[in-house]
T-cell receptor, first 108, second 117 residues
Framework: DQQVKQNSPSLSVQEGRISILNCDYT??????FLWYKKYPAEGPTFLIS?????DKNEDGRFTVFLNKSAKHLSLHIVPSQPGDSAVYFC???????FGKGTRLHILP | DTEVTQTPKHLVMGMTNKKSLKCEQH?????MYWYKQKAKKPPELMFV???????INESVPSRFSPECPNSSLLNLHLHALQPEDSALYLC????????????????FGSGTRLTVV
């Protein structure tokens, strides 16, 4: 079962307009989200990220919005340029899960 | 140097062959990763090395054997593969393994396109 879902396999946007790419996730333990861009015959390139303590992160033409209650994030590209044509991957990671701990006593 | 270099770029191997994929980075990154990507699918994590030690193995079959000889190199040894193992194999690195307070973007190589015949 996929925990990170991008339901739109493709999107067409006119040059100069806004591109909005959407991503949904199911695991509420995810605390960090990343967007990657991939051209054919190349590896994915890191684009922008957002921590779960924020709801928006902006870098130039790229803005990522996070809606934790809806478990939804989106990538906005404004204005869209021909060089933006690529496959965009949304990615997420979960925080480390801790046990309750063991107190160690060293006796003399 | 801000790249992750993977060799070879293309590899065709028979099911009885033994081959190795190589990955190299000189950015001082201490975490390195192997991903597998099938056509029209997202990359899937296979292995994570942190400070040259294997920290995550995502239930990958033993016919894939990773090795991290030093902090700049990551190998993936292949033996007795199946045709369904044909895919793009991507190597990535990051300054460290993401923690509660620090997330890192990964730098990916261009991949090795593997075909098993």
């Amino acid at each position: 079962d996929q925990q990170v879902k991008q339901n739109s396999p493709s999107l067409s946007v006119q040059e100069g307009r806004i591109s909005i790419l959407n991503c949904d996730y199911t695991n509420s333990m995810f605390d960090y989200f990343l967007w990657y861009k991939k051209y054919p015959a190349e590896g994915p390139t890191f684009l922008i990220s957002i921590s779960s303590i924020k709801d928006k992160n902006e870098d130039g033409r790229f803005t990522v919005f996070l809606n934790k209650s809806a478990k939804h994030l989106s990538l906005h590209i404004v204005p869209s340029q021909p060089g933006d044509s690529a496959v965009y991957f949304c990615a997420a990671r979960a925080q480390i899960i801790f046990g309750k701990g063991t107190r160690l006593h060293i006796l003399p | 140097d801000t790249e992750v270099t993977q060799t070879p770029k293309h590899l065709v191997m028979g099911m009885t062959n033994k081959k190795s994929l190589k990955c190299e980075q000189h950015m001082g990154h201490r975490a390195m990763y192997w991903y597998k990507q099938k056509a029209k699918k997202p990359p899937e994590l296979m292995f994570v090395y942190s400070y040259e030690k294997l920290s995550i193995n995502e239930s990958v079959p033993s016919r894939f054997s990773p090795e991290c000889p030093n902090s700049s190199l990551l190998n993936l040894h292949l033996h007795a593969l199946q045709p369904e193992d044909s895919a793009l194999y991507l190597c990535a690195s990051s300054p460290g393994v993401p923690t509660l307070t620090a997330g890192y973007g990964y730098t990916f190589g261009s991949g090795t396109r593997l075909t098993v015949v």
